[in-house]
């Protein structure tokens, strides 16, 4: 809690004044206000400042007496009364009816005397006490505010950030800190995704076990990992967001991704389980029962618990990815598609989205999902979240539903900053450009998304979420209006002092560099070569796996050269601090290094790996079969033929090969090593079989290791992974070509 208090006054205190006080040209606000002029002078808060307001913002007034108390260390005073007059030394919320502002627009007027806050609703004092925020100084206990007038609104009233917990779970103080910093940027909306496959985050009263067993998974190490909100958390967490202008919008997955819940009730699904929380991603067939009525007793159940700890007015419910296999199979979903008269499973899902629309609809709430829930049929009063085609927006607005925005193209987070730039997610516009003008008011606003399976720490979330927030939130609020991207671009560039002051381990604007691996078997040495992408980076490396600093050995002329075996690490740095992605990469000295490699089956052209003689380079495949140093090929074996160019002795072999069952990727049955001395005639030395579980969506590399009783002497040597052929009966896509990848044959 301590640490939450300590950055909730960072967020204060160093929360503007980016710019010069004397003759300020620049204002660094982000989003920038639709309309403002400089005055002369400052308002100056010290211990005699009052703020004003009436009973109906004292809550508004109440928070901005906290930001502007922290930095002079003595609480300033809050006059709540419904004579709210305009006196020196003064800041006044003064309620309004100007249309031109909307419900989350506001005027804010500073002199040298006092500071007038105008707005109609309560989202536009929030709105305004965000600018103030960013206009206070960086540093120091002088609390200035430079004189202007603004007059400010925003294009999209829904602007949202959508943070997973279901994958991994994140204590109560890390949700405040980003509800703090939704609010400073001037966000309304967290969509906060609750319930997943790998995990149920929620105390559900009714139902202990969904936290006792579905709250937790058995990682593939045998650890256990999870963790839950306890209700009164949650009410904490609420309660929190409301006094910053922040809205929180639960998410319950229904009826997909729920094996977290099927596995502490597996009553609830088609087959009765068992099942195990799984550790892996992907899509589930295993899925609520559509058909058993005791299956919506526990959603209303669920529902009812969820209700009573948000206030918000929409429900969102997922609905995404919702596999029909087990429904197709199961008597007592046919049983429900005959008896309502559907014509076939997605009508079925169709029904189930109803279903729960009219429960909540009964509480006087909404329901919103994902775009899957225009299939079969959309439910009567559905908001629709879109993420995959632009084209389900204007589907769903030409039935009269509204929809949130937030494509994957722009708006996903968890898409590395590589892949996704800052620049890309500046180009994002809500409304798709051939919407007709009749359709246009269905579009709510939107959202950034992220997703967390490869988000494990507060670290990580900063890296993904910033800069790139900042330019969802311009996006969002100023819309078609917003300024270009050179001068939203210069204003991110003073930002970033900012965000260092506030702790804030933010990533890259884009890629930073690219890296090439090679071995030069005639310097017999490891080379790594660094092509710059982005500008004004040092880059600093160690070869024995420690985290790169500023005092590690530093990059010269863009390349590295080394002997051995090592586990590399290079890091990029910005302003002496560590900006972009990590490159982390084993490299193995054996005695196959550098050796001629024939393949017998053709490798798959779009995983060439680092050459033709991939196999023996040295340099290790990362848990990213994309990495560009894997080979692979489907269906067939994997037959090479390696010449150490000598007849060499050693004692293992070893094949080291990568499994992910969702990508269709497995290991083989068995690897068959041979030895000869003339390339022609070989005989066998040794195989091992594979000896772990095929299905488990978890990344997994294994090294296929044979240990020779005696030294064996050979120039050649023949391997053979035998694949499988056809993905198997228990696999999704059961009798498609299975795949296996394989980096380096290892002789020792």
């Known amino acids: 809690m301590k640490r939450l208090i300590l950055f909730t006054m960072m967020l204060s205190t160093i929360a503007g004044g980016l710019f010069a006080q004397k003759k300020v040209k620049f204002f660094n606000l982000i989003p920038y206000p639709t309309e403002l002029s400089q005055g002369k002078g400052e ?101 200035s505010i430079p004189s202007l007038t603004i007059l400010d609104k925003p294009e999209f009233n829904w602007r949202g950030m959508m943070l997973d917990v279901g994958r991994h779970y994140f204590p109560k103080e890390v949700i405040k800190r980003y509800i703090d910093l939704l609010s400073f940027y001037k966000f309304t909306e967290l969509h906060w995704h609750l319930t997943d496959d790998q995990g149920w985050r929620i105390e559900i009263k009714k139902y202990p076990k969904l936290t006792e067993v579905g709250a937790w998974r058995t990682e593939a190490n045998g650890s256990k990992y999870g963790g839950f909100y306890k209700q009164d958390e949650i009410r904490e967490i609420v309660a929190y967001a409301q006094r910053r202008g922040i809205t929180i919008v639960p998410e319950i997955e229904m009826p997909g991704h729920s094996m977290a819940a099927l596995t ?31 299956t919506f007793t526990f959603m209303e159940n669920v529902l009812t618990e969820v209700l009573d700890l948000f206030p918000s007015a929409f429900i969102h419910i997922g609905g995404d990815e919702c596999p029909k296999t087990r429904w197709i199979k199961c008597p007592d979903c046919q049983k429900r598609i005959k008896d309502e008269g559907l014509k076939d499973e997605a009508q079925l899902q169709s029904y189930f989205v109803n279903r729960i629309e009219k429960f909540l609809n009964s509480k006087g709430r909404r329901l919103t999902g994902w775009d899957e829930i225009l299939e079969g049929g959309i439910a009567p009063n559905a908001t629709v979240q879109l993420w995959r085609d632009w084209k389900y927006a204007k589907e769903a607005a030409q039935t009269g539903h509204d ?18 730039l800052l620049e890309r997610v500046y180009t994002f516009y809500p409304m798709p450009d051939d919407f007709p003008a009749d359709l246009r008011k269905h579009i709510l606003g939107g959202e950034c998304d992220l997703w967390t399976e490869n988000v494990l720490n507060v670290d990580r979330i900063d890296f993904q979420m910033f800069p790139r927030i900042l330019a969802m939130s311009e996006c969002l609020w100023n819309g078609k209006s917003r300024q270009s991207y050179a001068d939203f671009n210069a204003r991110v560039q003073t930002e970033y002092t ?21 071995y030069d078997k005639a310097a017999a040495a490891f080379v790594a070569k660094i092509k710059e992408i982005s500008k004004g980076f040092e880059y600093h490396y160690t070869l024995d796996g420690t985290e790169p600093v500023l005092t590690s050995p530093k990059v010269i002329n863009n390349e590295i050269r080394f002997k051995g075996s090592a586990h590399f690490r290079l890091q990029s740095f910005l302003n002496n601090s560590p900006n972009g992605t990590q490159t982390d990469r084993h490299f193995i000295e054996h005695k196959a290094l550098g050796a001629e490699v024939t393949m017998v ?16 380079d040295g340099i290790m495949g990362t848990a990213s079969f994309g990495d560009g140093y894997w080979q692979a090929l489907t269906y067939n074996d994997m037959i090479a033929i390696v010449d150490m160019g000598e007849e060499k002795s050693f004692t293992e072999i070893s094949l080291d090969m990568i499994s992910k069952s969702s990508s269709w990727i497995l290991f083989p049955y068995g690897v068959f090593f041979e030895v000869s001395d003339d390339g022609k005639e070989f005989k066998g030395v040794g195989s091992v079989h594979n000896d772990l579980p095929l299905k488990t969506l978890s990344v997994i590399q294994k090294e296929f290791s044979v240990k020779l009783k005696d030294p064996v002497k050979a120039r050649y040597i023949k391997v053979t992974a035998k694949n499988l052929g056809l993905l198997p009966e228990w696999h999704l896509s059961k009798g498609e070509a299975a795949w296996i990848f394989f980096d380096e044959l290892i002789v020792k």
Request: charged letters at 20%; glycine letters at 8%.
């Open 43 to 143: 308002f100056v808060v010290n211990s005699k400042t009052t703020i004003k307001a009436d009973e109906k913002s004292g809550a508004m007034a109440n928070f901005l007496c906290e930001i502007l108390s922290a930095p002079l260390n003595t609480e300033i005073a809050v006059q709540i009364g419904s004579n709210v007059s305009n006196t020196a030394n003064s800041i006044v919320f003064v309620w309004s009816d100007e249309k031109a502002l909307g419900p989350q627009g506001y005027r804010l007027e500073i002199t040298s005397d006092n500071i007038i806050i105008r707005a109609n609703e309560a989202n536009g004092f929030f709105m305004a006490i965000a600018t103030i925020r960013q206009l206070l100084p960086l540093e120091g206990k002088r609390v």
């Open 264 to 294: 502490a009730y597996p009553e609830l699904s088609c087959t009765g389980g068992p099942f195990i929380v799984p550790t892996g991603w992907g899509v589930f067939e295993d899925v609520y029962c559509a058909g058993k009525e005791s």
């Open 403 to 420: 929809v949130i925005m937030s494509p994957t193209s722009h708006t996903y987070l968890n898409t590395s900053p590589e892949d996704l």
């Open 498 to 518: 900012r965000l260092q002051k506030m702790g804030i381990k933010y990533g890259p604007e884009g890629p930073v560099y690219t890296i090439k691996f090679d």
């Open 601 to 616: 089956n053709p490798l798959n052209k779009n995983y060439p790996g680092n050459g033709k003689n991939n196999l023996c």
